[in-house]
Nanobody, 124 residues
């Protein structure tokens, strides 16, 4: 069974940092681009960041550029989202995802695998 499992969410104050992890099991994702999305209550799921299969390329949503950093360790089948300078508007459920190609990984409807999500709440 293929699974993506997120961890590391929690309740923090504005300006704090959090480190989210996504661990894959059931198959290796070393050849897949992977990404993070988030969904706030009543909002559409939105793209946050993505990383290519061998970490050559990364891309970020404008809203998190300069504050968030995505990385991956293919040997551990793990992807990380380091979130710094958190703001209340970053509050959402964060999901990791994997896609078949770089052009797909930024589009929620074109990702093939999803985790169950981890809640991030930032208080002001």
């Amino acid at each position: 069974q293929v699974q993506l499992v997120e961890s590391g969410g929690g309740l923090v104050q504005a300006g704090d940092s959090l480190r989210l992890s996504c661990t894959a099991s059931g198959r290796t994702f070393s050849s897949n681009p992977m990404g993070w999305f988030r969904q706030a209550p009543g909002m559409e799921r939105e793209f946050v960041a993505a990383i290519s299969s061998w970490s050559i390329s990364t891309i970020y949503a404008d809203s998190v550029k300069g504050r968030f950093a995505i990385s991956r360790d293919n040997a551990k089948n793990t992807m990380i989202l380091q979130m710094n300078s958190l703001k209340p508007e970053d509050t959402a459920v964060y999901y990791c995802a994997a896609a078949r190609s770089w052009t797909m990984v930024t589009k929620k409807d074109e990702c093939d695998y999803w985790g169950q999500g981890t809640q991030v709440t930032v208080s002001s």
